[in-house]
Every structure is written in C-alpha cells, then in structure tokens.
C-alpha cells in the first residue's frame, strides 16, 4: 500500500508522525506523493481554530482522489481526530480510521487491518493510564536521518487544566514514560550517529511526577541522556514555568551538551490574566526562574509563547505584559489571539475582548518582539560558533553554495561554502558576520567536524 501523511501542529504531531511513517514502511508499505497515495493520513492539532478547519480542507482535497481510485481511503489522528471522534465517519464516508494521541501505538495494526477489509470502521480513542511503548522500527528502516538530529517522547498528556487549552481534554492526563526505555532509544540513536536529541513533552518539567517514571525526576533523566557517549547537543521542549526545578535551571551551567536555549511559555505578563488562566504561577516566580536561569548560563537564549484578548484582558493588563516581554527580553516568541476552544473553561469567561482590539494587541506586540529579535541578533555579530548544518539553505546565491545550519542556542545560521555536498549532520566553526530580520549569516572559521 502507498501511503501519504499530512502533519499539522506541534513538535509532538511531527514526531508521532515520523514514527507512523517508519512504522508503516517496516511493515512493507512505501511512502508517496499525494497524487499516487491510495491511504491518506492526516496527523491533527486542535489547540486553536484555524488548524482545525485545515483538517476539513484537506478532507475534502482527499475525497477528489476517490475518482482516480475508488478504494482510496484516509485516516484521522491526533487531537481533533480525539475531539471529534466517530463524527469523522458519518461527515466523511471514506474516512476508516480515527484515533487520538494515546491510539497512535495501534494505528499500524488498524491501518493494516483496513486495507485488507476497506467495509471497515475504526475508533482507536481511549485514554490510557500507563504510556504505551511503540513499536520498533526493522533494522531495514533507519531510526536516524541525515541530519543526525531526533525526537525522543518522554511523555504524553497534561495535567494541568489551564482555562485556555484542550490538551488535557484531547491528549490525556499525564503518563511518564518508563526512563529505561527513554535511555535506551536514546543510546540507540547515539550509536546509529544522532548528534542532537530534543526530548518532547507537552511539559518535559513534570516528568516523573507520575508512576510512569519510576521516581526519576526530569534532571535525573537529563544528566542520564546527557551522559550518553557521542550526544553532541541535547535539547528539551516544553517547558510549565510552575514545574521547572532548581536542580532543571542548575543542568544549564552543568552540563556541557545541553543547548543554551529553552522555551518558556510566559503567556501574560499579567498577574491578573494568568490567574484567571490558571497557569499556577504570578511573574515574580516567572521571572525568578529566568534570573536563576541567566545566572546558571548567562548566554541562555529564552523563548516564549504568548496570548493576547484573553477573556477580561484590559489595556492595562496588556501594557504589563508589554513591558514583561521586554524585561525578559525574549530571543523570539509565538503569539496569538485568544480563540475559544470547545470544552474548556475560558469559553464562559467575560467580558470577551472585541476582535478588533485583540488584532491591534497583537500588532503591537509583535512590532514590539521584532525589535528585540533584531537586536538580540545584532549583538552576535562578530562572535564565533558551531554551526550544526541541516542541509542547504532555501536561498542560494549565484554561484555560492550556501548551506543552513544551527548554533547551540537554534538560531539559524547560514553559511557560503564551497562544497556541495556531503556537509549535512557536521558541526563547522563559524564567525558571525551579519544579522538578518529572523537568522544569522557566519563565514566558515575552521574544518568540519
């Protein structure tokens, strides 16, 4: 079976994806184009509207392939397959499969199923209590590609119900994974050639705090993956500012490989607004991690997600958050309007903030976050680094080759070199030479290594 996967949403929804693909082609089948594909799966996020509404979009990209090939089927995942469930099936007849976040360990078994008995109808959506372990790849298929960089779950779920989100409601109460299990995919990825390795949670912070972790904690964990030989640069991501511990900010000043960069959703800067949001944190805790975090590794760069129009968010609410971003002065940030999501508590809150108001918050914000991104980057010119290269740039010069690489801290770094291939998953030394709107431009400065 041909089969094409479409991925919308977090880092998470990526590397689930990732996962099905590798799982699907050590069972035989072969990924392809969307033209060709006779099985279409779409890998969902609801955390907002407008994701959601693509979902529908592409739903109705799939069905014209029923006229190339009447047994052309598709399956929903992820959140809004949890969130709407069987209404799929009624919506859209050639849709078999759905499943959410705790389901995906038995897509490839259903998916399987289906294609043998396309009559079929399957709802993979129950939560459950104990993170399920995935099933290897063959050795025919490899874990790692050519960048040598990974993904690694550590966890699923959420327990923490802030007013605003639907992850709790579409991904479950939180479940650690078994850390022997995290140790050993992680050894193995080492050993395959992975250099880098980002562990993924919707909050990493919180790891362990369950029976699913066997009583380790989160820094435990990093100092373990740390410690794996060949483990060049280890990243985590994300972060509740309400779970970091003191032992989490320490790790940044002791350990050598793990990236001076973290993620920090802020959300408001004000006291108020987060209360309301329930995030469990005012910003004098906020801000004690990031001074704790800048005395630990004082080139940290941070960054943030931040909403604006939140119900009962007044001017002065919004000025104080203003004025948090640029204490803090955040490398970059993701900021949104507030929109309501079905099921969560904000959805009855009032007063609700006009559209129009919540937009020109944003602007300003974002007007705002631009300046200092310019200038953060601005105050790297001239330093020198390492330069982790992903592949070649998307803008090539006449007769340059440029490729695109990443600093410790994940800022982009593009570099002109002479050769054209073979630099993929090298660290090159590098000087910075120029700063652009949203990455850097470096001049080699030694040998790949």
């Not at 904690?217 to 280890?234: E, M, N, T």
């Not at 020198?384 to 080759?401: K, P, Y």
Request: a negative charge; hydrophobic letters at 40%.
């Amino acid at each position: 079976m041909k089969f094409h996967i479409t991925t919308f949403g977090c880092q998470m929804n990526v590397h689930d994806s990732q996962w099905l693909a590798r799982a699907l082609t050590s069972r035989g089948w072969e990924e392809a184009g969307e033209d060709e594909a006779q099985v279409y799966i779409l890998n969902t996020c609801s955390v907002r509207d407008k994701p959601e509404q693509k979902v529908y979009s592409e739903l109705g990209r799939v069905a014209a392939h029923l006229k190339r090939d009447e047994n052309v089927f598709a399956a929903v995942g992820g959140c809004v397959a949890q969130q709407i469930g069987r209404g799929f099936f009624e919506r859209f007849p050639f849709v078999r499969l759905v499943f959410g976040s705790d389901g995906i360990a038995g897509a490839p078994n259903a998916l399987e199923r289906i294609a043998e008995n396309l009559d079929d109808r399957v709802a993979l959506l129950d939560f459950v209590t104990l993170y399920e372990e995935r099933e290897p790849p063959s050795e025919t298929v490899p874990v790692a590609d050519e960048t040598r960089q990974a993904f690694v779950n550590i966890m699923q779920g959420c327990d923490n119900f802030c007013a605003y989100c639907i992850v709790p409601y579409t991904r479950g109460r939180q479940k650690s994974r078994d850390p022997e299990a995290i140790l050993a995919e992680c050894r193995s990825l080492a050993e395959d050639g992975v250099r880098e390795i980002t562990l993924l949670g919707q909050n990493v912070n919180s790891f362990g705090l369950d029976k699913g972790g066997k009583g380790v904690s989160f820094a435990q964990l990093l100092h373990s993956v740390a410690a794996i030989p060949g483990l060049d640069r280890l990243r985590f991501t994300t972060s509740h500012p309400k779970d970091i511990a003191p032992e989490v900010i320490r790790a940044f000043g002791e350990l050598p490989n793990l990236c001076p960069s973290l993620h920090l959703p802020m959300q408001a800067g004000s006291d108020r607004v987060l209360k309301a949001m329930r995030r469990k944190y005012d910003m004098a805790r906020y801000l004690s991690i990031v001074d704790g975090l800048r005395e630990a590794r004082p080139d940290i760069s941070l960054t943030t997600d931040l909403i604006v129009g939140f119900p009962g968010e007044t001017d002065e609410d919004f000025l104080q958050t203003l004025e948090m971003v640029e204490r803090v002065g955040f490398e970059s940030s993701f900021s949104f309007k507030y929109s309501d999501r079905p099921g969560v508590a904000a959805v009855n809150m009032e007063p609700k903030v006009p559209a129009e108001e919540a937009a020109e918050r944003l602007l300003r914000l974002q007007t705002l976050q631009n300046n200092i991104t310019r200038k953060c980057l601005k105050n790297l010119v001239g330093a020198r680094t390492d330069a982790f290269i992903e592949g070649l740039s998307r803008m090539q010069e006449d007769g340059a080759v440029s490729w695109k690489g990443r600093d410790p801290a994940g800022r982009i770094v593009n570099v002109v070199m002479e050769e054209r291939t073979g630099l993929t998953g090298m660290m090159v030394p590098v000087k910075i030479v120029e700063a652009k709107k949203h990455s850097l431009v470096g001049e080699r400065a030694g040998q790949p290594w």
